[in-house]
């Protein structure tokens, strides 16, 4: 039997409001992390995406730091999207209202201002992605010489996105004596090259086995030729519901959305060449469940946290195992079941099965089963149907909206589409366009 977050050292304050939220039990992740972070050790945590990292760290954080002060804030979330801050902070902000803790999410795509503002009022956390944040810096509107913990969330992503130069760079100006925990799906040569330069001592908790393949996830790779991808792809949609599909580019994700649109679904396209208003419907619009079909490019394979994603379809074949990973553990999330499909096209067969054998998938390469769709749907069905609203849980036990953001936004600044469309820097400010019916009647009102 499990410890209970009171016996791993959580206050009876935040144990009520959990329980509250049917929260009463910690996941493996939080069990096994929670005591010794609240004892103030260095910690690298490894778990599936989806486990309750969130909480294992942001518990013990808000047992141990202070409330901070103007511009001087206690604690530091570091994050590689702004997507995934904004998840963090709606998820520890009403916890740290019970202890009189501020929480504060920073990052670009929005004015500097009201952030400035916030922190010089005084915040006890600060959640932020690594541009962002420097830019804050720079302007002398944050100190982090009172920082007493860190955190660095979804380390292996931060370092894929070229900010591991300043991930070092924040860290250390923070105070020696800081306690600092590394969380990441998979610990790369990049996470460990962090946690050598970052942390003294860490205790290791590794939660995700030797592998990510998810015993909830059913896997199926089908050769599918280019003339053929709109049908099959419209007709996995249609039988499973609610569906992440991952192309490699941003031409492709807004192709793709337009294909499936005319196949007669609802589609929405999510990549970092929108603009944010853009980006902001898109993501709702999933989430509230009215979109069948959002089409989206690597930037969203981490940081969506959307339950009942019955389905990931993989367009275009991912460029890492990592990179599959990370798009798989979209579905298959607080304990439900989920497919993964992914599209193999000629030439691509040996980099396939070389994907699928590094992954510990024992999964045949072929024709598409699309007479087997009914039956996965069946198995991996969502506790609550995409057509009939949002999500009933945050992944850790039946939570209510104000609990969990439903309408989450992504990071300009997450730099993650290297490839062929690298996102916007996060240090870029500036108002999103009105959309163009609103220009449209500002024109002809003039």
């Not at 778990?47 to 530091?76: H, I, M, N, Q, Y």
């Not at 929480?103 to 600060?126: F, N, R, W």
């Not at 860290?171 to 990441?184: D, E, G, I, K, N």
Request: proline share 6%.
């Amino acid at each position: 039997m499990s410890l209970t977050f009171h016996e791993l050292g959580i206050g009876g304050d935040l144990v009520d409001a959990l329980a509250e939220r049917g929260i009463s039990s910690p996941t493996p992740i939080q069990a096994a992390a929670i005591a010794d972070l609240v004892g103030g050790r260095d910690l690298v945590g490894r778990a599936p995406t989806g486990s309750g990292k969130t909480l294992a760290f942001g518990l013990p954080l808000l047992e141990r730091v202070g409330r901070g002060a103007p511009g001087r804030p206690a604690g530091l979330v570091l994050a590689p999207t702004r997507e995934l801050a904004a998840q963090i902070h709606d998820t520890l902000a009403p916890l740290g209202a019970l202890r009189r803790r501020r929480i504060l999410a920073v990052y670009g795509g929005v004015s500097l201002m009201p952030q400035t503002k916030a922190l010089a009022k005084g915040v006890a956390v600060v959640v932020a992605t690594p541009g962002r944040l420097e830019d804050l810096m720079a302007q002398r509107a944050i100190a982090l010489d009172a920082v007493e913990v860190v955190v660095i969330d979804e380390a292996d992503r931060l370092a894929d996105m070229g900010f591991a130069p300043a991930v070092r760079r924040i860290v250390r100006s923070t105070p020696a004596s800081r306690q600092t925990a590394l969380f990441s799906a998979t610990l790369d040569d990049a996470s460990e090259s962090l946690t050598r330069d970052l942390l003294r001592n860490p205790i290791r908790v590794d939660v995700a086995g030797g592998s990510e393949a998810e015993p909830d996830l059913v896997h199926r790779f089908w050769t599918v030729t280019q003339q053929d991808r709109q049908a099959v792809a419209a007709q996995v949609v249609r039988s499973m519901g609610r569906t992440l599909v991952f192309t490699r580019t941003r031409h492709g994700a807004d192709r793709v959305a337009k294909q499936l649109a005319s196949a007669g679904l609802v589609t929405a396209a999510l990549h970092g060449g929108h603009s944010q208003a853009k980006r902001d419907e898109a993501l709702a619009g999933f989430h509230a469940g009215r979109v069948q079909a959002l089409v989206a490019t690597d930037v969203a394979s981490r940081g969506i946290h959307v339950d009942d994603v019955a389905c990931v379809l993989q367009i275009d074949l991912p460029e890492t195992p990592a990179d599959h990973q990370h798009r798989s553990g979209r579905t298959g999330r607080a304990g439900a079941k989920g497919l993964v499909v992914t599209f193999v096209q000629e030439g691509k067969f040996k980099a396939a099965r070389s994907m699928a054998k590094v992954l510990g998938y024992d999964v045949e390469i072929g024709p598409p089963a699309l007479g087997e769709l009914d039956a996965l749907a069946e198995q991996v069905r969502p506790r609550r149907s995409a057509r009939t609203g949002p999500p009933a849980s945050s992944g850790l036990g039946p939570v209510p909206t104000e609990f969990w953001r439903r309408d989450a936004r992504p990071d300009r600044s997450a730099r993650s589409e290297r490839t062929s469309a690298a996102e916007p820097s996060d240090r870029r400010v500036g108002r999103a366009r009105p959309p163009r019916a609103v220009r449209q009647r500002t024109r002809a009102g003039r």
